[in-house]
DNA sequence: GAATAATCGAGACGGTACGTCTTGTCTTACT
DNA sequence: AGTAAGACAAGACGTACCGTCTCGATTATTC
């Protein structure tokens, strides 16, 4: 009893030129500039093409967010037995990342998107937002097990490390390789 | 060299109206549902004079979250000569205020704000956040000079602490007594 | 030299499925409001084969107006040898015809797909009216070779008894037999 | 116990462009080629603006054939004496008219208008065509006072005369100078 | 019987227009 | 000058159709 595909078949290319509109959009204008016409424009695509994918900007956003990952290839915290030049070069690259100007529009479009919406915020945390988490939890776990670090921290530290970068984006303060070097500094290891 | 004021006084109670009204929207349909005009009728007062105060949406907004000021009353942390102590009460204070639905909602809803204009983060930074920032960084200096925190990392902790909270808040996790409690022990404390 | 046909037949079934359905169409929301959707989905057809039959709307409608067609069965007009009678027995059965309201919808219909495209103007001309002009006017050249009519005068008679019916259709004035016999008696007979 | 006006007046000139718009766009389009957004732009309005004016696209047609009469100007037909020559250049002169493409196509799309739309087709007949219809029907009375044309036709042959011309000019066949002779001569005048 | 070829129902596609809603400005009469 | 009311230009919303294109399935004809 196989389900017959019937019609033109839907165009995966076409969603993928509207997520890439979509990121310009968020980018360029912000999340409650989005307009739903310029994206379809800019995508080449008709509104209706939009709206069967996507039945609604959240979900739209929500997709956006999950495909063009800014925390994506967020790499695997080197482990070099020097915890603290570890996380260093780490958390530098990633500060640069935020500072660049085009990628802070797009994470402050994120996270307005994410106020205002439990759906986006949910899915942004758990595709996006938990993979750097995550690496730098491993990390901070290695650092445990070998001594370097006050035992238990791991989880609430990386929340922290993350959490205070988005804090200087949102307040509109420069995220610098300095103080990502300053929040490793303020790590209570050995 | 008095400055002469002619025709009719603006009225004050007009502008509370206003404000309430947002406040209401606000609550029921969220930021990007508010409807100036909505707004404007629920005040009894015309669209021209809400734009007279409030030259955008976003600014209004601001005004609204000022009024309803969440971070007021942020009290300076307490010394009593244990830092740990000290954090930890000042901590699931601001935690505890954070996990109230209303509250929390109110925090989103600026944050989106926020995202969305530099002019609204700076405002809200400066008359907001930045209170709680200097009660802590003050607390963790006194730390400092009294040997007991790692030098230096004043301010980038601060910064650190409320990050963490705001980053739980924004990612839909409790942001609970325990969590404080974490952020205090992953501390750099002797 | 047979022209080889190859592959699967056309459908003359499906053919007359379309037309059905869009008489019905017609009938139920006018020509302005044809969809060619909906008439595919009633005929139960794929639009590509309306498309793949009819170039077009107006050409559809052409067809469609044709076989259900308003003017058919137009007979010649009687010749007994008394012009007057025999254009009043054909003119008030003509008036009949325009005064019944599903047929008075069709030559509406008809008339707004006219007035819009030369080409249905001209296909509804030659196919449809120009038969009932031809009808009238061999009676009336009948009529002037008798001497019963001023001569000359047959073509142009013709289309004003013709276009004076149309003219009450279209400005919902009755088309009555009263006005039948009024148009003959108006018209320079001996 | 005076109606108070509140608010900004309408403004008539919009209306006007407007109106002026829908002209130029069913001269240049047809009635159902009509397009509401290309009519408030070239009226420099907004759709809103358009709406609140009239409710629906018949309206608009309707009050557009109203305000730019074609059978505006609709001159008495003179009254020299001689019946035949006078009804010859009144007719002419309308002919002439009937034969202009952009009236022509004007014309056309009102007639499509009036086809579509009971409402449309009542007002255009009494706001437009009845006007030359009374204007032939007055001269023909006289005419029958005078003893020269058979009594009891001139309505008839009012609207017969009218019918003609619009007959012609659906069936695209040129309203010209000599046509309009035909008809006059086809009149059963002494 | 297998290969070829046109048609079929279905439905996605890029577009255009719909009629409604909201924004921020402007105008009016009243206070 | 400030106010409530509300018209205005602009433009986005989500829906409905347009005419085209793409599927897999269904008939015919030809080899």
Redesign the pocket.
């Known amino acids: 009893m196989v389900e017959?595909?019937?019609?033109?078949?839907?165009?995966?290319?076409?969603?993928r030129?509207i997520l890439a509109a979509t990121r310009d959009e968020l980018t360029a204008h912000g999340y409650d500039?989005?307009?739903?016409?310029?994206?379809?424009?800019a995508?080449?695509?008709?509104?209706?093409?939009?709206?069967?994918?996507y039945?609604?900007?959240v979900a739209l956003v929500a997709d956006c967010l999950l495909a063009d990952r800014v925390f994506d290839g967020v790499a695997p915290v080197a482990d070099t037995g020097d915890l603290v030049a570890d996380l260093r070069v780490w958390l530098r690259a990633f500060a640069a990342q935020f500072d660049r100007p085009d990628t802070a529009a797009f994470i402050r479009a994120a996270t307005a998107a994410a106020a205002e919406s439990d759906q986006v915020a949910i899915r942004f945390y758990e595709q996006s937002t938990a993979a750097a988490e995550t690496a730098l939890a491993e990390r901070l776990r290695a650092g445990e097990a070998a001594g370097q670090l006050k035992p238990g921290v791991a989880a609430a530290t990386a929340q922290s490390l993350i959490g205070a970068m988005l804090y200087r984006l949102l307040t509109r303060q420069p995220v610098t390789a300095e103080f990502a070097d300053q929040l490793v500094s303020a790590l209570p290891v050995r």
């Open positions: 017959v595909r019937r019609g033109r078949a839907r165009s995966e290319v076409t969603r030129a500039r989005l307009s739903i016409d310029r994206i379809a424009a995508a080449g695509a008709g509104k209706q093409t939009v709206y069967r994918w039945p609604s900007k």
